[in-house]
Antibody, heavy 120, light 110 residues
Framework: EVQLVESGGGLVQPGGSLRLSCAAS????????MNWVRQAPGKGLEWVSY????????YYADSVKGRFTISRDNAKNSLYLQMNSLRAEDTAVYYC?????????????WGQGTLVTVSS | QSVLTQPPSVSAAPGQKVTISCSGS????????VSWYQQLPGTAPKLLIY???KRPSGIPDRFSGSKSGTSATLGITGLQTGDEADYYC???????????FGGGTKLTVL
């Protein structure tokens, strides 16, 4: 069974940093591209970032470019999102999602999400 | 303001059919595949349709997708109360080099 489990969320002050993790199991992690998608409270979905299988291709939403860094460790079956210079508008549930982008978008498995709250 | 435009809400009676539209532009829907996601209250999104009209294993054929030009449509027939959820369209925007979603449509089964 495919499982994606996010962790690392919490309360952080504006300007602070946080590192999210996503532990993958039930599939060969190294053969799938991964994404982070977020959802602010009561709002819609917002794609955040994509990383290819070998980390050779990485994309970011303009809203996080220069502040967030996506990475992965295929040996540990894990996906990460380093979030720096956090702002109130970054408050959201962050989901990791398996899937490709480029000719469309196809996220076939999602984690349960981890809540990030940016507030003083 | 979302790159893709969806109606905020739709409603229909049990057993009826409903369609949800998703409008974009030549750089997103017009040149890339569209996916649809269902988000039940308090849960993570779930892939319903990919590559415009394909259903993942386990998704009933009551759900269908289509695309024409820069617009896409999700259709749901034989509505059930369990279909009440938020529905999102998504694709890739080749100009932005970014994933994009619609603002979401809340389906109410009256």
């Amino acid at each position: 069974e495919v499982q994606l489990v996010e962790s690392g969320g919490g309360l952080v002050q504006p300007g602070g940093s946080l590192r999210l993790s996503c532990a993958a199991s039930g599939f060969t992690f190294s053969t799938y591209s991964m994404n982070w998608v977020r959802q602010a409270p009561g709002k819609g979905l917002e794609w955040v970032s994509y990383i290819s299988t070998t980390s050779s291709a990485i994309y970011y939403a303009d809203s996080v470019k220069g502040r967030f860094t996506i990475s992965r460790d295929n040996a540990k079956n894990s996906l990460y999102l380093q979030m720096n210079s956090l702002r109130a508008e970054d408050t959201a549930v962050y989901y990791c999602a398996r899937g490709e982008v480029g000719s469309g978008q196809q996220f076939d498995y999602w984690g349960q999400g981890t809540l990030v709250t940016v507030s003083s | 303001q979302s790159v893709l435009t969806q109606p905020p809400s739709v409603s229909a009676a049990p057993g009826q059919k409903v369609t949800i539209s998703c409008s974009g532009s030549s750089s997103n829907i017009g040149s890339n595949y569209v996916s649809w996601y269902q988000q039940l209250p308090g849960t993570a999104p779930k892939l319903l349709i990919y590559e415009n009209n394909k259903r993942p294993s386990g998704i009933p054929d009551r759900f269908s997708g289509s695309k024409s030009g820069t617009s896409a449509t999700l259709g749901i027939t034989g509505l059930q109360t369990g279909d009440e959820a938020d529905y999102y369209c998504g694709t890739w925007d080749s100009s932005l080099s970014a994933g994009v979603f619609g603002g979401g449509t809340k389906l109410t089964v009256l």
